[in-house]
């Protein structure tokens, strides 16, 4: 079993930057991918980032591809999301998740652990 526990949400004026953290627990994610997910007030949860079990190959979705970068400290059990140039339409709740294997996906049924979210507000 694996827990994930996402921190490093605020609020912050449109331009800004922000930088998620995701500590996994219980086991190491050495060999998972992780994925980041949000969802913005009033929608469904939406894919954002993935990155493989190495580090060595990631995914984005276009509304923040050139925006954000995903990454990873396996020696630290953690993931990382930092988001730059921040926009309105980046509120959310973001969510830290791994599928329970090596590589990613951008939908959420194939992604086994979660984390309970960490909000980000954005303000223009």
């Known amino acids: 079993q694996v827990q994930l526990v996402e921190s490093g949400g605020g609020s912050v004026q449109a331009g800004g930057s922000l930088r998620l953290s995701c500590a996994a627990s219980?086991?190491?994610?050495?060999?998972?991918?992780m994925g980041w997910f949000r969802r913005p007030p009033g929608k469904e949860r939406e894919f954002v980032a993935a990155?493989?079990?190495?580090?060595?190959?990631?995914n984005y979705a276009d509304s923040v591809k050139g925006r954000f970068i995903i990454s990873r400290d396996n020696a630290k059990n953690t993931v990382f999301l930092q988001m730059n140039s921040l926009k309105p339409e980046d509120t959310a709740v973001y969510f830290c998740?791994?599928?329970?294997?090596?590589?990613?996906?951008?939908?959420?049924?194939?992604?086994?652990?979660w984390g309970q979210g960490t909000q980000v507000t954005v303000s223009s």
């Open positions: 998740a791994a599928p329970g294997g090596p590589y990613f996906y951008a939908q959420t049924r194939d992604y086994k652990y």
């Open positions: 990155i493989n079990w190495t580090g060595g190959s990631t």
């Open positions: 219980g086991r190491t994610i050495s060999s998972y991918a």
